[in-house]
Antibody, heavy 120, light 108 residues
Framework: QVQLVQSGAEVKKPGSSVKVSCKAS????????ISWVRQAPGQGLEWMGR????????NYAQKFQGRVTITADKSTSTAYMELSSLRSEDTAVYYC?????????????WGQGTLVTVSS | EIVLTQSPGTLSLSPGERATLSCRAS???????LAWYQQKPGQAPRLLIY???SRATGIPDRFSGSGSGTDFTLTISRLEPEDFAVYYC?????????FGPGTKVDIK
C-alpha cells in the first residue's frame, strides 16, 4: 500500500519561498511519477507539475514556470516542491500525489496535504 | 489548454437516489483520458474512475463512468451516506492536465 506523508503547515511572508516535502512508502518510488496539485480555500484543484524520480525529469504547468521547482531524492523516497516569490494568492493546500503511469497523470494515491499560508 | 465544465454545480439528493454528474470539455479529450475524483471536507481527493469508465481499485460498483469526445458522465446508482461529497473530473489526454470546477452532491 503506497503512502505519501507530507510536511507540516507553513506560514510565509510575501516574496519568500516555501519547500514542501512528500515522503513515499510502499511501492517502488523510482518506478512512478509524483505530481503536485494545489487547492486554494474553497476552490478547485490545480495541477502544478510532476517529476519522474528515476529520470530526474520534471515538467511544470506554464502558469508556474519559473516559480516552482520539483525535485526528488531517490535515497529517501522523498519528493519536494519549492514555490518562490510567494503572494497571497498562493495560500492553498498543496498535495502530492502518485501518478499511476509515467506517461499519464492519473493520481491514485495522495498525500494528506500541506496548508501554506502567505501573509504579511 | 482544455477547459472542463461540470454541471450541475450542486446536486441535492436523498440517500438511495441516483446521481448523474456531467463533465464537458472545450475540445475532444484524446483516448477518453478522463478521470473522476471524490473529495470530502478536510480530505485529499480520491480517484474513482479513469479512462472514462474504469473503476479504480476498491471503488464500489455503484460508481460508473461513461462518455467520450467532449461529454462525460459519472453515475452513482444509489447514493450511500458516505457519497455526499464534491466530485471533480480531470482530463489527462492533453498537457497540461486540467480539472473541472467540481459538482457538490449534498443531502436533500
Amino acid at each position: 500500500q503506497v503512502q505519501l506523508v507530507q510536511s507540516g503547515a507553513e506560514v510565509k511572508k510575501p516574496g519568500s519561498s516555501v519547500k514542501v516535502s512528500c515522503k513515499a512508502s510502499g511501492g517502488t518510488f523510482s518506478s512512478y511519477a509524483i505530481s503536485w496539485v494545489r487547492q486554494a480555500p474553497g476552490q478547485g484543484l490545480e495541477w502544478m507539475g510532476r517529476i519522474i524520480p528515476i529520470l530526474g525529469i520534471a515538467n511544470y504547468a506554464q502558469k508556474f514556470q519559473g516559480r516552482v521547482t520539483i525535485t526528488a531524492d531517490k535515497s529517501t523516497s522523498t519528493a519536494y516542491m519549492e514555490l518562490s516569490s510567494l503572494r497571497s494568492e498562493d495560500t492553498a493546500v498543496y498535495y502530492c500525489a502518485r501518478d499511476q503511469e509515467w506517461e499519464l497523470v492519473i493520481l491514485d494515491y495522495w498525500g494528506q496535504g500541506t496548508l501554506v499560508t502567505v501573509s504579511s | 489548454e482544455i477547459v472542463l465544465t461540470q454541471s450541475p454545480g450542486t446536486l441535492s439528493l436523498s440517500p438511495g437516489e441516483r446521481a448523474t454528474l456531467s463533465c464537458r470539455a472545450s475540445q475532444s479529450v484524446s483516448s477518453s483520458y478522463l478521470a473522476w475524483y471524490q473529495q470530502k471536507p478536510g480530505q485529499a481527493p480520491r480517484l474513482l474512475i479513469y479512462g472514462a469508465s474504469s473503476r479504480a481499485t476498491g471503488i464500489p460498483d455503484r460508481f460508473s463512468g461513461s462518455g467520450s469526445g467532449t461529454d462525460f458522465t459519472l453515475t452513482i446508482s444509489r447514493l450511500e451516506p458516505e457519497d455526499f461529497a464534491v466530485y471533480y473530473c480531470q482530463q489527462y489526454g492533453s498537457s497540461p492536465t486540467t480539472f473541472g470546477p467540481g459538482t457538490k452532491v449534498d443531502i436533500k
